[in-house]
């Protein structure tokens, strides 16, 4: 079965090229270019016909950082693999993201295997329990009360 990813960029070029690039490699894609938008999607997934599996997202977004955007999905109890992905050359934001629950960092440009072969890591690191039940609702390793979108 194809894996959902749910691509999370504001550049729309950006967008279309992973798109492209990740159906191509067999997935099935859905893209959005904000975190709110996001949420909303992430939020009803349990209904959606084609549940979502991973969550790719630039950490520059409009209204909130992507690495806000992964709390706040922790918070509302979306348990989902997670990789975070960055322009910025800033080895603190790699880690930060690891710590706050991301399964990777992927720093831009990047070419299209090592992309691959961290969504595929991701997918590997999911609890068979979680990817049966597609979103468990386990306690938040944030600070919900914080977090604010």
Request: charged letters at 25%.
């Amino acid at each position: 079965m194809r894996k959902h990813v749910l691509v999370v960029d504001d550049e729309e070029p950006m967008r279309s090229l992973l798109s492209r690039a990740l159906s191509r490699a067999g997935f099935f894609v859905t893209t959005v270019p904000d975190a709110t938008e996001a949420l909303a999607l992430l939020k009803n997934d349990a209904s959606a016909p084609v549940p979502f599996d991973v969550l790719l997202a630039d950490f520059n977004l409009p209204s909130i950082t992507g690495l806000d955007l992964v709390d706040a999905l922790r918070c509302d109890g979306v348990e989902l693999p997670c990789l975070l992905m960055s322009g910025s050359p800033n080895g603190m934001l790699a880690s930060e993201a690891l710590s706050r629950g991301c399964k990777g960092f992927i720093k831009k440009p990047f070419g299209l295997p090592v992309l691959i072969e961290h969504i595929r890591e991701a997918l590997v690191l999911v609890p068979p329990e979680r990817d049966s039940m597609k979103h468990g609702r386990p306690e938040p390793p944030v600070d919900c009360a914080r977090t604010v979108v």
